[in-house]
């Protein structure tokens, strides 16, 4: 069955104190990992896709990574409005679209 | 912001009801989804359209149902609301080349 599990399940960090969360997952067929940010009661705010191993990809003080077993978005000196959920989901082989396997989320503070 | 919009945003029906809920997918994207959020977790997914047909359903009862039309919005049918379908449901559309742009959410509360 296909599974996709981030911890922590929160963390609280001071401003610019660096930190990664992590995604595992195990899923047959994968295609792409993604990483969404989702701010209480709004719908999730899409970030990165990563399709193969190795890869990286960067925006602002987020760096999401790849492997063939989990990935991590690592956060560089966050500020408190980095403070979110962040979700990350694996897609699964379909001729249309993605269908989006959830993980439970990682619920970000940072304090000023 | 996606131009995936979604309404209404807030809404309260009594259980045993049924609920119609829209989605209106952002341009040039030909396949859209639904997703059920629960407070605290993660979205689940419900069902996909593509080309107005369903091409993929989780794990949710017949009573959920839904439509795509020609224009690519959607609709979400619920019919016999129960308490624990109180949730938010997340609308999202994806291009021709994957991936998933998603709405605000629907804030849905069954009483």
């Known amino acids: 069955e296909d599974q996709v599990t981030q911890s922590p399940e929160a963390l609280r960090l001071q401003e610019g104190e660096s930190s990664s969360l992590n995604c595992s997952y195990t899923?047959?067929?994968?295609?792409?990992l993604f990483w969404y940010r989702q701010d209480p009661g709004k719908g999730p705010e899409f970030l990165f896709t990563?399709?193969?191993a190795g890869e990286e990809k960067e925006k602002e003080r987020l760096k999401a990574t790849l492997t063939k077993k989990e990935s991590f978005l690592h956060i560089t000196a966050p500020k408190p409005e980095d403070s979110a959920t962040y979700l990350c989901?694996?897609?699964?082989?379909?001729?249309?679209?993605?269908?989006?396997?959830f993980g439970g989320g990682t619920r970000l503070m940072v304090k000023p | 912001e996606t131009g995936v919009t979604q309404s209404p945003t807030h809404l309260i029906k009594t259980r045993g009801q049924q609920v119609t809920l829209r989605c209106s997918s952002q341009?040039?994207?030909?396949?859209v989804s639904w997703y059920q959020q629960a407070l605290g977790q993660g979205p689940q997914f419900i069902f996909q359209?593509?080309?107005?047909?369903?091409?993929g359903r989780g794990n949710f009862p017949p009573r959920f149902s839904g439509l795509q039309f020609p224009n690519y919005s959607s609709e979400l049918n619920v019919n016999a609301l129960e308490l624990d379908d109180s949730a938010l449901y997340l609308c999202?559309?994806?291009?021709?080349?994957?991936?998933?742009?998603f709405g605000q959410g629907t804030r849905l509360t069954v009483v």
């Open positions: 999202a559309s994806s291009p021709p080349r994957g991936g998933a742009f």
């Open positions: 899923v047959s067929g994968l295609r792409g």
């Open positions: 990563l399709y193969s």
């Open positions: 989901a694996v897609g699964l082989n379909n001729n249309a679209g993605n269908m989006l396997t």
């Open positions: 341009s040039g994207h030909n396949t």
């Open positions: 359209y593509y080309r107005e047909e369903e091409n």
